[in-house]
């Protein structure tokens, strides 16, 4: 079982990445796949949750500092979800990972029991 992001990199302030998170194995249906991130000195925070809901496709809950400005979706035929980050800040800065566990489960990181290698994110001009 296997999270793999993608995607990450330097960009200026106001620019636009997408990062993607592809599971291995079982991983995917049934589970509600996460993004967190992570800056310098800081504790990991929630960026994202999105759940399949199958035919009907993915519902996503944002944090308040990312909401308008994030989307997060998903392709159960790839086993793939998404984070589409829109006027990055310099705030924004941080290590992004992709986690899973178990649709209904609650909690914050420690709940996870997957995770991915994590990808770096800077917003500099």
């Known amino acids: 079982v296997q999270l793999v992001e993608s995607g990450g990199g330097l960009v200026q302030p106001g620019r636009s990445l997408r990062l993607s998170c592809t599971a291995s194995g079982s991983l995917f249906s049934g589970y509600a796949m996460s993004w967190y991130r992570q800056a310098p000195g800081k504790q990991r925070e929630f960026v994202a949750v999105v759940t399949s809901r199958g035919s009907t496709g993915f519902s996503a809950v944002y944090a308040d500092s990312v909401k308008g400005r994030f989307t997060a979706s998903g392709d159960n035929a790839k086993k793939t979800v998404y984070l589409q980050m829109n006027n990055l800040k310099p705030d924004d800065t941080a290590v992004y990972y992709c986690?899973?566990?178990?649709?209904?489960?609650?909690?914050?990181?420690?709940?996870?029991?997957?995770w991915g290698q994590g990808t770096q994110v800077t917003v500099s001009s």
């Open positions: 986690a899973a566990r178990l649709s209904g489960c609650s909690g914050g990181p420690i709940s996870y029991p997957y």
